[in-house]
Every structure is written in C-alpha cells, then in structure tokens.
Nanobody, 126 residues
Framework: HVQLVESGGGSVQPGASLTLSCNVT????????VAWFRQAPGWPREGIAC???????NTYNSWKGRFIISRDNAKNALYLQMNNLKPEDTARYYC?????????????????????WGQGTQVTVS
C-alpha cells in the first residue's frame, strides 16, 4: 500500500491558476498507476487524469486544455496544474493510486479502480 498526501489547495479568483501536489510514500511508487479526482458537494467523485506505470498520461476530455497532470518519479510526487479556474471547479481534489490490473489500454479514471486515497485538498474559486 501507499500513503498519499495532497497539498496546494486554496481560495482563488476566477481565471487564476493553481498547482496541486501529491506526495506518495510507502510501497514502490513506480508500480502504481496514479490519478487525480475531484468531488464537489452533492456530486460523485470524478476522475480528471492519470498516469499508468509506463508513464502514459490519460486525461478525461472535459479537462483537456485546462488541467495538466505531471509526475516526478524521483520525488515520488504527482502534480495537477489547473489553469483558468472557474467557480464550478470548486471541489475537494484527491490523488489516488492502485496497482491492480485493468481492462483497456489506458489507466482508469473511475473511482472503484483505486483503493489508495489521500485526504484531499480543498479548492475554492470565487
């Protein structure tokens, strides 16, 4: 198992940019696929982007062009750069990791495929 700790959230104005960080400790980081999710009050947790163990990136279409996932394997860190933030981006943002096999060629962006979660970091845009 791995432990994940998010940071970098805060309150910003519309149009601002923010970069979230996720520090991963515990098991061997490179053996896990990792992802960013978010959850707004009253809404289900939704996937944003992920990396598979080969370092290939998968970004859900809704976020392409505004949200960019990146990773630094030397630091066991995952990042989410968010640009042109909107009030509807207000949510708690989570990083997640798992090592189970999955169907398809791309890392999954569905909640059930991840067993390891951080506590989240709050982003408020207003």
């Amino acid at each position: 198992h791995v432990q994940l700790v998010e940071s970098g959230g805060g309150s910003v104005q519309p149009g601002a940019s923010l970069t979230l960080s996720c520090n991963v400790t515990g098991d061997t980081y490179c053996q896990y696929y990792v992802a960013w999710f978010r959850q707004a009050p009253g809404w289900p947790r939704e996937g944003i982007a992920c990396f598979d163990i080969r370092g290939r990136r998968n970004t859900y279409n809704s976020w392409k062009g505004r949200f960019i996932i990146s990773r630094d394997n030397a630091k066991n860190a995952l990042y989410l750069q968010m640009n042109n933030l909107k009030p509807e981006d207000t949510a708690r943002y989570y990083c997640a990791a798992d090592s189970r096999a999955y169907d398809g060629n791309w890392c999954p962006l569905t909640r059930p495929m991840y067993d390891n979660w951080g506590q989240g970091t709050q982003v408020t845009v207003s």
